[in-house]
């Protein structure tokens, strides 16, 4: 995990800043092309994909392929009761109403409830799954 801004650190080596690349890649590549399509920059420290959406579209074995539907689908969700989230609150003072205002009129912290599993993988460009 890295902070927002660590290519701006002074403390980043000179090499790594000037070892970049931007790719963009095609949409359906299943984890052999994608690796193929990455390939030509295996030696780049800092690799920025400019538009990872629908690009990856899972795994050529199939077992390998329903194994990581289904964890993605059972991990990469949240639900549970609500509870406040600061994005949206219309800057509410730090000891505001969670959910809704005490009065109308109020700034209140709005609810969330946590987020949904993520969709389905895109189709491969190579349809074999």
Do not use: W
Request: charged share 25%; net charge negative; proline share 11%.
């Amino acid at each position: 995990m890295r902070e927002p801004n660590f290519l701006s650190s002074p403390r980043v080596p000179a090499a790594v800043l000037g070892s970049r690349a931007t790719v963009t890649l095609p949409k359906g590549l299943d984890e052999r092309g994608l690796a193929a399509a990455l390939a030509p920059h295996r030696d780049v420290a800092v690799l920025e994909i400019d538009d990872v959406a629908d690009c990856f579209c899972g795994f050529s074995d199939a077992a390998a392929h329903a194994s990581f539907r289904d964890e993605s689908q059972r991990m990469l969700h949240y639900r549970r009761a609500n509870f406040c989230t600061v994005e949206g609150s219309d800057d509410a003072p730090q000891f505001s109403q969670c959910c809704s205002p005490r009065k109308p009129g109020d700034k209140f912290f709005p609810c969330v409830e946590g987020f949904e599993p993520p969709a389905p993988l895109p189709a491969c460009a190579n349809p074999k799954l």
